[in-house]
């Protein structure tokens, strides 16, 4: 059974692009700010405790935290956002499932999950801390390219046993192609304390088949923490989260969880003053990052003939600063379309040139300083090249 997860865990790298440092990644994670993630978790906390299996007022917080999440991912501009709804000691409870289609591989899902029901208290750290963060990368994402689709769950009634997670699992969520699963539960760090570590959770339990891809994933995970964010990591197991009934159904996991562990989980003090909320900023930078990676956010740029290269194709000078020049190779060829792509993946400029020159002069003096990609389409043939702005 080991040699077959080594083989099952070498596979599934030779299946995740090469991972170094992304400029174009780094653009979107400068994207994130504390300030947004501050204001979440203050509006989160202000419901109060959200439990479905305690008095009415706390059902209906739970309810209203269901509602402000719907709102908050509507303002982001997703329109596919679903209330899964179940019921559980005789109330509906709900996951909100909201979904990103990849541009390459649609029907194949990364999902990234966090709980947003509480236990004993406004529960700031145990999954405010988690809530917020998926926010925050669903915000900065909601119009970044990606090749895999992606799926952004807030599962509930998780403090009462894994509920929520697997009723999707198992349920809403069955036969669905899952690439992996990426959990994040309680990532607040301890006040006062130096929160510089972040744990990254892989698979050591049964099934065994799926542990070496888990391996594999969580390596990943911990190299763009530490390449998108100030922190450092460690690697140890996943247990007693939301990942766990799809590690149950043989899916490919990973999680992130504090290295500080609260003392206040699951009690009237899990408030903001007991956590670090540079801390959650830190994690989500890290993580954001590892989602980007985890989804190919920059395939989509230069899918249409890969094999094709800037060979016959010139573009100087870089950087720039009022003019770029395009060089063909040839005159008189077909419709050209130039497209030049932010690093949130919003295009940001587009010409049609017909029958372009040798050399064709493009004035760009309007864009802002920065990193962009330069997407040249003949005919079905695109080629794409970085540029920067001075």
């Not at 090749?147 to 999707?168: C, W």
Request: net charge negative; glycine share 6%; proline share 2%.
């Amino acid at each position: 059974m080991k040699t077959l997860n080594l083989i099952i865990g070498l596979l599934f790298a030779n299946l995740l692009t090469a991972q170094t440092y992304n400029v174009y990644h780094q653009g979107i994670v400068d994207n994130a700010t504390l300030a947004n993630i501050t204001t979440n978790l203050n509006e989160f906390v202000a419901f109060g405790e959200k439990n479905a299996f305690k008095t009415t007022a706390k059902y209906n917080n739970l309810v209203d935290a269901k509602n402000w999440l719907k709102a908050k991912y509507q303002t982001f501009g997703y329109t596919d956002i679903v209330e899964d709804n179940f019921t559980e000691n005789g109330r509906t409870v709900t996951n909100i499932v909201v979904t990103k289609i990849g541009e390459v591989y649609p029907n194949e899902f990364i999902i990234i999950d966090g709980h947003y029901d509480t236990l004993n208290g406004v529960g700031a750290n145990d999954n405010g801390s988690g809530t917020t963060l998926l926010l925050e990368i669903a915000r900065v994402m909601a119009n970044v390219p990606t090749a895999y689709s992606i799926k952004f769950i807030n599962f509930s009634v998780e403090e009462q046993g894994l509920l929520g997670s697997d009723y999707y699992a198992n349920n809403t969520g069955a036969g669905l192609d899952i690439r992996y699963v990426f959990n994040i539960d309680e990532v607040g760090g301890v006040a006062g304390m130096t929160n510089n570590i972040i744990v990254c959770e892989r698979d050591e339990g049964s099934p065994t088949v799926n542990n070496a891809a888990s391996a594999v994933l969580t390596n990943e995970l911990a190299t763009s923490i530490e390449l998108y964010s100030s922190l450092s990591t460690e690697i140890s197991n996943a247990y007693a989260s939301d990942y766990m009934p799809f590690e149950d159904n043989g899916e490919i996991i990973t999680g992130l969880y504090e290295k500080n562990e609260t003392a206040h989980a699951h009690s009237s003090t899990d408030i903001i003053a007991n956590m670090d909320i540079p801390y959650v900023f830190e994690v989500t930078k890290g993580a954001l990052g590892a989602l980007l990676h985890f989804a190919d956010a920059d395939v989509v740029l230069s899918t249409e003939n890969s094999a094709v290269t800037m060979n016959t194709i010139k573009i100087f000078p870089n950087p720039v600063s009022d003019n770029v020049f395009v060089k063909f190779d040839r005159e008189n060829i077909s419709e050209v379309k130039i497209k030049m792509i932010n690093v949130l993946g919003k295009e940001v400029y587009y010409k049609i040139i017909q029958s372009p020159k040798h050399v064709e002069k493009l004035n760009i003096d309007k864009l802002t300083s920065g990193v962009y990609f330069m997407s040249i389409q003949r005919g079905t043939v695109v080629t794409t090249q970085k540029i920067v702005i001075k």
